[in-house]
């Protein structure tokens, strides 16, 4: 989690990169091969925004807000 590795490096800065989650799945699913079809799509999504979910509690969870920055690429 970023709170070890926080813990193991107090000075480090992070940085949460957001992509939108349609496109991350879509080259996922293209790079990897898999069928496309709206079921494999949708799990893929869900799964995609867990992890994103995730990542935002974990910088949030943060004591310091600078430490952890979200960028947004689009």
């Not at 989690?1 to 940085?15: C, D, G, S, Y």
């Not at 799509?41 to 600078?66: A, D, G, P």
Request: aromatic share 14%.
């Amino acid at each position: 989690t970023i709170e070890n590795l926080k813990q193991n490096f107090p000075n480090a800065k992070f940085i949460h990169l957001v992509r939108d989650g349609r496109q991350a799945v879509y080259s996922y699913m293209l790079n990897q091969r898999f069928k496309l079809n709206s079921e494999n799509f949708i799990n893929y999504l869900k799964q995609w925004n867990e992890y994103s979910e995730f990542l935002n509690k974990e910088c949030t969870n943060l004591e310091s807000s600078s430490s952890c920055i979200e960028i947004r690429y689009d």
